[in-house]
Every structure is written in structure tokens, then in C-alpha cells.
């Protein structure tokens, strides 16, 4: 997935272009030929939830008090800003 992402050929403003899919089965069948892998619905659908993930922690990350903690990978949040964004 890293490799097409960073190839302008597969990339597009909003994401991959067509075909990316069939693409990235050809790079997992090459290098683990056996594991029977395929994009649809398993890479997919791995996706589509990494998505909904991100787009919710990115909410959150501009939200003035939330903060990524690389060390323990996850977000870090004020005690006095929670009350705040619970109950709204």
C-alpha cells in the first residue's frame, strides 16, 4: 500500500485511481505467493475502516487540547477539556 501511494501513477486527488486494487493483489501474490489474499472485500474493507478511524481522530486532533502522543501511539487529552467535548 505504501509503495502505491507514494507512485503518481495510482495516486489521485482524492485517493487511488481505478485499478489500484487488482495492483495491490499482484504486489501481496509476489511476495507471499501462496497466502491467497484478496483486495476485495478484505483490503477494502480494512480500508474503508481506517478511514472512518482517521477522519474521527483527526476531529479530534483540531480540537484545541487533544494531542498525539508518539511514544505510547495514541491521543493525549486535557482533564478540563473533556467535560467540554462529552456534553456537547
Same mark, same amino acid.
Given at each position: 500500500m505504501h509503495e502505491l501511494s507514494g507512485n503518481p501513477k495510482w495516486k489521485s486527488e482524492n485517493g487511488f485511481k481505478i485499478g489500484y486494487m487488482n495492483k495491490l493483489e499482484e504486489l501481496i501474490k509476489s511476495v507471499f505467493p501462496?497466502?491467497?489474499? #484478496? +483486495?476485495?472485500?478484505l483490503i477494502e474493507s480494512r480500508i474503508k475502516h481506517w478511514s472512518e478511524k482517521y477522519s474521527v481522530m483527526a476531529q479530534m486532533l483540531s480540537i484545541s487540547g487533544f494531542e498525539w502522543d +508518539?511514544? #505510547? #501511539?495514541?491521543?493525549q487529552v486535557e482533564k478540563a477539556v473533556v467535560p467540554a467535548v462529552v456534553f456537547t
Open positions: 501462496n497466502c491467497g489474499f #484478496k +483486495a476485495t472485500p +508518539a511514544e #505510547k #501511539k495514541m491521543l
